[in-house]
C-alpha cells in the first residue's frame, strides 16, 4: 500500500486480505470474560488475548503480512528492522518461515530476554548504544543502503494492516461492543484496530492509552507533527520511544482514535498485579498498560462493555516481580 493513503475504505480491504497470511499460523486469539475485573471495575470486561499469539505479542500479525507482500527479489536481498524486542522477534520468525534472511537493530537498552529471543529465533542482531528512534533511523538508513526492504514497526501500512486483524477479530467475537483499550507506542496496533472498528462497528470507541513517561505520539497527535518531548523509563518497555518525523500513524490515529488516556507508572504496575490476581496472566507493561487505561477512567466506561488488548507477555520474571512489589499497596 501507498505509504500516503489513510483511506479506511483501502485500509480495511488491505486489513482482510492480511488475515489470509495470520489465520495459517494461528487462529483468532481469545476474547475472554474477566468477572473478577469486570466486578472491581463496573463493567463488563474482555481480554483480548494476544499475548497467547506466537512470539507472545500481537506484533507477528504485522510481520507476517509484511513479508508476505514482498517480491521474489526483496526475499533474496533480505529484510532490515528495528526494533525495543516484540517486533523483531515477529519479524524474525515472519522471515525464517519465509526463507528471508532478517537483520534487527536494536539498543543495548533493550530487554536482554527479548533480544535473546530475536537471535533464538535466527535473526541477524545488531546492537548499538543509541535511544529507540536513532536506532529506527539507523536500520532504515542501512535497509536502503543495501537494497533491502525496511520493515518498520509502527511507520508501514502493510504492518498496521496486518495488526488491524485484531479489529476484524474484535468485530466477530463481541457484539455490541462499547470501548476497545488499547496500550500504545508508535500507534500501528491502534491504528489498525481504529480502522478496522471504525468501518465495522463505529459505535466502539477507541482508547489509545500511554504512559506518561513515553507519550511521543500523542503528543505529536496533538500537534500535527513530530515534536521535542522527553522521555522518562517506563514499564512499559515495548511502548517506549519517540515517533520518526512524518510517521502515517501521526494522521491516521487522529482519524481512527476517540479517547486518549496518559498513565501513571504505579497505575500500570497495579494493573499487572491485578491481572495476575484475577486472571492467572503474566503480561508485560505494555499489556497492562491499557487495563490500567480502564481502570483509572472507569467512571467513564460503567455497565458497559469493553475489550482490552492483552498486546504481550515479553517480561523478564525479575521485572515482573519487582513491578507486582511496586503495585502493592499504591
Known sequence: MSETGTDLAALLQAIEAA???VRELFPPTPLELSPVLSEQLGCEVLLKCEHLAPTGSFKIRGALNKVRL????QRRRGVVTASTGNHGQGVAL????AGVAATVYASTEASPAKLAAIRARGAELVLLEADSLAVELEARRVAEASGRVYISPYNDLDVIAGQGTIGLELSR????????????GGGGLVSGIGAALRMLSPRTRVAACWPRNSAALLRAMEAGEVVDYEELPTLSDATAGAVEPGAVTIPLARQVVD?????????????LRDLAASDHWIVEGSAALALAGLA????????????VILCGRNIALERFLGAIERGVGV
Open 19 to 21: 488475515e489470509g497470511a
Open 70 to 73: 514482498l517480491t521474489e527479489d
Open 94 to 97: 515472519a522471515a525464517a518461515r
Open 173 to 184: 467475537q463481541a457484539e455490541e461492543l462499547d470501548a476497545v483499550f488499547v496500550g500504545t
Open 259 to 271: 479517547d486518549t488516556f496518559e498513565v501513571e507508572e504505579a497505575d500500570i504496575a497495579r494493573a
Open 296 to 307: 483509572v477512567n472507569r467512571e467513564r466506561f460503567q455497565g458497559r462493555r469493553v475489550a
